[in-house]
């Protein structure tokens, strides 16, 4: 092992031993402890991701001493690795390849007729760049939260109080199990054939340009995100869904607004089917798939396949090691302080299910680290703001129109552009990455709507289709749980052109005693 | 005159309309007025851009007849014909193409070597795109909005109660003068030369291809905006300015990085410095500037000049026609009713000074909607947040660090980059739009900071350069106003990789009673 406790390592420095690590997983463990500190543990957290570290900092910022434990030579876990932060850098190409696509040859945009991008190289870039926020990570771990931690082995639990690791043995009086959640693989023959990826084996593994033809298994958010990208490369892509696809967002209009532009950019789906066989060659790489559609089975040629099933805890170890409560499928059952069937170990994360978020991962470390400092304090997830990529960014938040119309008499929308024939040409809603598009292909320029109980002037639900609302939302969520009416936010400052025209639509109607829709 | 009142354009039918009455002047004006209804009208909106189009919406929803008249065939104003709109478009080109050329050979990019992008056809993609929005607003305003309007001809303002237009009088209790106003010219011999462009000519009237070199005479937003924009597009670009640019920001750290990241690409500063003359050549273009500087007098030959020194108010008719009371600068003087010194005659928008925002001429307009309809309405503008683009987009609300530091004894600072050596490379912040410069380019990913009082643990300032953060300050601005702490941040539902990391940043170090930067 190497002791890293009294070194100031820069960015710059810990990126070379975490790339180092990755390329050869041999090298030593990296331990960062304070020998000088006798206190014992206040937690060992097993698994130094979003949930872990976060749970670490704040229990750390509470004058608490925990010990983070991670298999990975770094710390931030699985998202900088191979989920959010890859996941927005492929969305980022998407958008900007669309952007490239709509406006080829003109302007000085280069000609992209017929051109195929390279993914090979994408993932590549990203394989490489992804060091730089696992570096930073450590840093801030290090030299600015103050957090000790054993990076770079894989660790063993010993009972509900004790973790070994790199040939040690750590006590603590509690455990906070942060082992994450990994994606299901398919249960089908084949599903191990070469050419088979998930958001992690795609980053992690690929290693040959994929051929013409991407299949994606799944209609969530993962494999609409992925399928986009694809698409944008310029590939003819499949989405094979039982449900229909982007079942996620509560909204009829703005699911499709979005299916009809991805439809628009060639994308196929296949919704109501299911993957029913792979196909490999003599060297065990899939050469096509089989799917049962609602009209037939039907075979595709591919040596791509992309798989967004559903996500699966990594929780044997504590079954095994505490006999720890789980649910069916396996997540670790926790109540709201975050405390497992187990005294003293907690589970937060991936780990204990859905919503498998950045907010609830790191929430969820932040209340059990309250708990475990002897503060009594529950976390209940409630109402959240959402989102996803397709080659846009997509947010919402509340009820949508069909669903606030069950529970109100009188909901009053007010959205852009506007329902009418002509609407999807108007040119607005224009925002900041959507200027391009208002000017010169208005019906990509993207769509919202807000939706309002008319009674109240509450608004109950808000979506946007575009770029730049994400920031807006969080901030946006809050307020509309506590009760935020159309006549506050009219009030509000709008920073024109704003993307999302919440404020403005409604002083264009708050002057009204009856509120009228548009 | 043409009727529209039983007409039921769609936005296309309006845009053609407008677009020949652009191209054409001499067409006859658009008149919607209903014939039908005898009541007399509560108001004449003299100008139907943002403050009057907003005021005779919110006036109309409150049940009142409101009339607008505008010299344009449209209703919106100056916002999406030169000013506000194609501010976007051409900071959108410059975040494209600083993104063109940093990855320029790499990935998909196209070489961009050497190139000079053309600006002549992106104003003409400008200029025939505009008639979107504006047909848009007319359709709106018509359909939507039930607004009564006369436009494209304009207006003689007879007394404080009635208007002449288009060989027709109209009556009404009220007056609101909504004509906004105009960039100030350079009082210098040359500054008609051809070649001398403020952010309205420019889109109007450009009809040549610039040179090679750009002289943005400003420092403020309109400058500094339009300067990015023509250095993006491959132009030698010199700022002269009297003050140091950027010195709305109130951050020393966020100007600093906006002006190191503007050198980075080539642009040139001459703060402290005055245009003292404008050379043309023989056919009345310009063909070089003088500049006086703090270390001599140059010269620069060029073709192409902006300036953006200031507004002044169009005024004038109004000053004629009632004696109204206006200050130094020409702006008609309002009490916080929008009321001016002329009984039953409101004033609103650029017309009555700083700030020319969309937020104050849009609620001037409804504040004088409220107290026309009798109710008792004050309009304290306070404090806002604000804007404006660089390559990047840049967000800013309350105090920056240096302000705070005299206010509080206990200033704690959250920031990313990190404030170190190593700091600028250490691929944080990443967010929508940013995610390549994360990966390859770590220190052109943006810049983050929030300012906050210790003591009482408010956030007191935040600050933003990267994208998509926009959204977000208009919703956290009444939040940090009603004293949001850390905690209460720290608390909120992220949406990860959200643009701004103020809720994640909030949350790694408010377990602690004594709050510590980072």
């Known amino acids: 092992m190497i002791d890293v406790s009294r070194t100031h390592w820069s960015a710059a420095r810990w990126a070379e031993e975490i790339d180092r690590r990755l390329t050869d ?16 543990f206040d937690a060992i957290f097993l698994g130094g991701g979003a949930a872990g570290r976060f749970g670490a900092s704040y229990l750390r910022a509470m004058g608490g001493r925990p010990l983070i434990v991670d298999r990975w030579p770094f710390l931030g876990g699985s998202c900088p690795h191979h989920a959010c932060v890859p996941h927005h850098v492929f969305s980022d190409v998407a958008a900007q390849l669309l952007l490239e696509r709509t406006f080829s040859g003109q302007l000085w945009f280069q000609d992209m007729h017929g051109k195929t991008v390279s ?68 249960s089908l023959d084949g ?39 694809f698409n944008a490369t310029g590939r003819r892509t499949i989405v094979v869904s039982r449900d229909r696809p982007l079942a996620l967002i509560p909204d009829g209009d703005t699911r499709a607004y979005l299916l009809d532009r991805m439809q628009e950019q060639g994308m196929e789906f296949l919704p109501g089917s299911e993957l029913i066989a792979l196909d490999g060659d003599s060297e065990g790489r899939v ?19 992309f798989t967004a099933v559903g996500m699966a805890p990594n929780s044997e170890a504590a079954q095994h090691a505490l006999g720890i409560d789980v649910d069916a499928n396996g997540f670790i059952r926790t109540d709201s302080r975050m405390r497992t069937s187990v005294p003293d170990v907690y589970a937060v994360g991936d780990l204990v299910g859905s919503p498998m978020e950045m907010f609830k991962a790191r929430k969820g470390g ?49 959205k852009l552009p506007p ?31 807000l939706v309002i109980d008319g009674a109240s002037r509450r608004i109950v639900g808000a979506f946007h289709v575009g770029s730049g609302a994400k920031d807006g939302f969080q901030y946006l969520a809050p307020m509309v749980r506590r009760g935020l009416t159309v006549d506050e936010l009219g009030e509000m400052d709008e920073l024109f052109l704003n993307p999302s025209y919440f404020i403005q639509l409604c002083r264009l109607r708050a002057g009204s005693k009856v509120l009228r829709g548009m």
Chains 1, 2 share one sequence.
């Open 25 to 40: 997983g041999g090298l030593e463990p990296l331990v960062n402890i304070d020998r000088e500190d006798t206190r014992e």
């Open 191 to 229: 599903s191990h054939l070469k050419g088979v990826f998930d958001h992690a084996t795609l980053v992690d593994c690929l290693d040959y340009e994929p051929g013409p033809t991407a299949v994606v298994v799944g209609g969530g958010k993962t494999a609409i995100e992925y399928a986009c990208f």
């Open 366 to 414: 932040m209340y059990a680290a309250r708990n475990i400092m002897g503060e009594e304090a529950h976390y209940h997830v409630g109402d959240y703001p959402d989102f996803l990529h397709t080659h846009f960014e997509v947010c919402w938040l509340g009820l949508g129109e069909e669903q606030a119309r069950e529970r109100y008499d009188n909901v009053v929308v007010l």
């Open 287 to 305: 050469k096509s798939v089989r799917v049962r559609t609602p009209s037939g089975e039907i075979e595709v040629a591919t040596d791509f396949v």
């Open 119 to 186: 993914i090979l190289p994408i993932v590549e870039m990203f394989r490489r760049g992804r060091t730089g926020p696992h570096a930073f990570m450590n840093y801030q771990s290090k030299e600015q939260l103050d957090l000790e931690f054993v990076l770079g082995s894989p660790a063993t639990i010993v009972d509900a109080h004790t973790v070994s690791v790199a040939g040690q043995t750590y006590r603590a009086k509690n455990l906070v199990l942060a082992s994450g959640a990994r994606a299901k693989t398919l």
């Open 419 to 449: 329902d009418n024939p002509d609407g999807i040409h108007v040119a607005l809603p224009a925002g900041d990455r959507m200027m391009l598009y208002a000017m010169m292909k208005p019906h990509l320029s993207g769509f919202q709507k």
